[in-house]
């Protein structure tokens, strides 16, 4: 006895139309199964783009922190050259820095992001080494370290995709001293509302 398959037969009843169904169905699974497989590949990359830069956001903040931290530590230095807790904490950060600044050139995709922060690197290195009698003049490091920094931020966050890669700078002649304000009468204290 024969049993008959719905999708080998015309309307009609002599068959025909069930090739061209069969073509069609698996026509739609493999678009269905492509379509899957796309979206989960798009998926995979936007993943993989947000962990790379929350990787680079993250070593970018720690190198940053450590550029801080040997500058403080120099300052110190220039104060207490001979201190061996200083120069042993300076070592380490420096050591970090090192470390962090590799974790940099294999993380960035930006070669001006990668420059800046070998840069920082390096003047963080000479002002430190100054406080010891190395080469290296503090204050020129110092000033080279803030020009740097901001190249870093700038280069960072356009990597990072951020909005806007302008950087707040401070003023090149810093910011008044609390207390050092003129006074308008003698005795008396200036405005408190003018800046």
């Given at each position: 006895?024969?049993?008959a398959?719905?999708w080998a037969?015309s309307?009609d009843?002599?068959g025909?139309?069930?090739l061209?169904?069969?073509?069609?169905?698996?026509?739609?699974a493999?678009?269905?199964?492509?379509g899957t497989?796309l979206?989960?590949?798009a998926r995979?990359?936007?993943?993989?783009?947000n962990?790379?830069?929350?990787?680079?956001?993250?070593?970018c903040a720690?190198?940053v922190?450590e550029?801080?931290?040997?500058?403080d530590l120099?300052h110190?230095?220039r104060?207490?050259?001979?201190?061996?807790e200083?120069?042993?904490?300076?070592?380490e950060?420096?050591s970090?820095?090192?470390?962090?600044?590799?974790?940099?050139?294999?993380t960035?995709?930006s070669?001006?992001t990668?420059?800046a922060?070998?840069?920082?690197?390096?003047?963080t290195?000479y002002?430190?080494?100054?406080t010891?009698?190395?080469?290296g003049?503090?204050?020129?490091?110092h000033?080279?370290?803030?020009?740097?920094?901001?190249?870093?931020n700038?280069?960072?966050?356009?990597?990072?995709?951020l909005?806007?890669?302008?950087?707040?700078q401070?003023?090149?002649?810093?910011?008044?001293?609390?207390g050092?304000?003129?006074r308008?009468?003698?005795?008396?204290?200036a405005?408190?509302?003018t800046?």
């Amino acid at each position: 006895m024969r049993v008959a398959c719905p999708w080998a037969r015309s309307s009609d009843g002599r068959g025909g139309y069930g090739l061209a169904a069969a073509w069609f169905a698996l026509g739609g699974a493999l678009i269905g199964v492509l379509g899957t497989v796309l979206t989960e590949l798009a998926r995979g990359r936007r993943d993989d783009r947000n962990v790379w830069r929350e990787e680079l956001r993250s070593v970018c903040a720690e190198f940053v922190s450590e550029v801080a931290h040997i500058q403080d530590l120099s300052h110190e230095l220039r104060r207490s050259p001979e201190d061996p807790e200083f120069r042993r904490a300076a070592q380490e950060t420096h050591s970090r820095l090192r470390a962090l600044q590799d974790r940099l050139r294999l993380t960035s995709k930006s070669v001006a992001t990668q420059e800046a922060a070998r840069r920082l690197q390096h003047y963080t290195y000479y002002q430190w080494r100054s406080t010891l009698g190395g080469r290296g003049e503090f204050w020129q490091a110092h000033e080279e370290i803030g020009t740097w920094l901001t190249a870093f931020n700038v280069a960072a966050r356009k990597e990072l995709g951020l909005e806007g890669t302008s950087v707040y700078q401070d003023p090149p002649e810093g910011f008044p001293i609390p207390g050092d304000r003129p006074r308008s009468v003698a005795g008396s204290e200036a405005d408190p509302a003018t800046p």
